[in-house]
């Protein structure tokens, strides 16, 4: 019995000693000045040493450490006189301790990263603790606004008479012109709406969410609550339809035809411009600053004041006490030959 104690100590000892001398033997083996190397990087989508804020930093490439690696860090720091930093390190274990390896991440960059020139560092450490860096240039673009509001221009087959329209039908094969807006109600793009002087448009005013879905509803979702909503179109000074000498002046109406609660909307009164009808008329042809704006009243009652000459009124704050709480400011291009 105990001579069989003492050969599985003897066992035990050997494996020990075994496994302690073959970690030594590995240690020994790690070429401790042999840096790491680094392959072709690529950095930004097709490795154009581009990437816009608020969306993620392609990089690729292969790495050799015959110490193995350690750890890899990305530094990124503004040029300029800018103090803007970013700065990641990867321990993953598909990295760390490998000899050989493909490095593949999107890294994020921030939204609120200043656009400008940026210089990108890229090290790779061993084991050994030698490290090899590769530098670049690194353009940081500016993020895309977020699309708030929109306005969507469809042409439509109708007749103006008066201040409203007549026979009013969806046409074919016609192609919506859409101005797009930043939260502050500034236009996002060219920020022009290019329509056909005599053209009948439907306009639809949307709004979006934090996660981009539609919730202009909010303003209609049932008789009382858009009792307190109306829409204008400000600015351009246009000669108003029912003032024209040629009937070619123009027309906004506002046309909804049901609440969100499904309840019928009776009366021009009532209306909101969620839903707009909209024609500029030749007599205002050319080039016009205007402005979409839903404003919200003081009391309920004042709504039932606005008639549908009033939607261009220059003092339109003084008469109707209340806020503007959405203001689209753009360029109307009523010209002809335009699609």
């Known amino acids: 019995m105990k001579t069989r104690n003492i050969n599985l100590f003897l066992l035990f000892t050997a494996l020990v000693f075994g496994f302690l001398s073959s970690c030594k033997k590995d240690d020994a083996d790690i070429p401790i000045s042999t840096k790491p190397e680094i392959g072709t990087l ?7 040493q581009t990437v816009k804020a608020g969306s993620d930093l392609h990089l690729e490439g ?16 503004q040029e300029g006189g800018g103090n803007f930093k970013l700065a990641k390190v990867y321990t993953d274990e598909k990295y760390v301790g490998k000899k050989n390896a493909t490095f593949h991440e999107h890294m994020d960059i921030p939204s609120e990263a200043p656009a400008g020139q940026y210089h990108f560092h890229f090290t790779v450490t061993d084991k050994a603790g030698n490290s090899t860096t590769v530098e670049s240039p690194l353009t940081i673009q500016a993020a895309d606004a977020k699309v ?3 306005l969507v221009f469809t042409e439509v087959d109708a007749h103006a008479h008066g201040d409203h329209f007549h026979d009013i039908a969806d046409k074919s094969g016609v192609e919506p012109i859409s101005v797009s807006f930043d939260n ?6 060219d920020g022009h709406a290019h329509i056909k002087p005599a053209g009948v448009y439907k306009i639809d005013f949307k709004q979006f969410d934090a996660a981009g879905q539609e919730i202009q509803g909010q303003y209609i979702k049932d008789k009382a ?6 829409a204008f179109l400000t600015g351009g000074a246009f000669v108003l339809n029912s003032n024209s000498t040629t009937s ?6 506002t046309k909804e035809t ?3 609660d499904g309840s019928t909307v009776t009366g021009a009164v009532e209306t909101t411009g969620i839903t707009s009808y909209f024609t500029a008329g030749k007599d205002n042809a050319g080039e016009k600053d205007v402005a979409f704006v839903l404003r919200k009243f003081k009391d309920a009652a004042t709504k039932a004041t606005i008639t549908r000459a009033d939607w261009n009124r220059a003092d339109y704050v003084a008469k109707y006490p209340g806020e503007d709480i959405i203001q689209l400011s753009f360029e109307m291009h009523a010209e002809e030959g335009e699609d």
Do not use: C, P, R, W
């Open 42 to 48: 690529e950095i930004g989508s097709d490795n154009n």
């Open 62 to 77: 292969d790495i050799v450490a015959e110490a193995l690696i350690d750890k890899i860090v990305i530094e990124i720091h």
């Open 148 to 150: 708030a509001f929109k």
């Open 184 to 189: 502050s109600g500034k236009a996002l793009g």
């Open 225 to 230: 609550t858009a009792s307190l909503y109306k």
């Open 248 to 253: 070619s002046g123009a027309v906004f109406q």
């Open 258 to 260: 049901t609440y969100g």
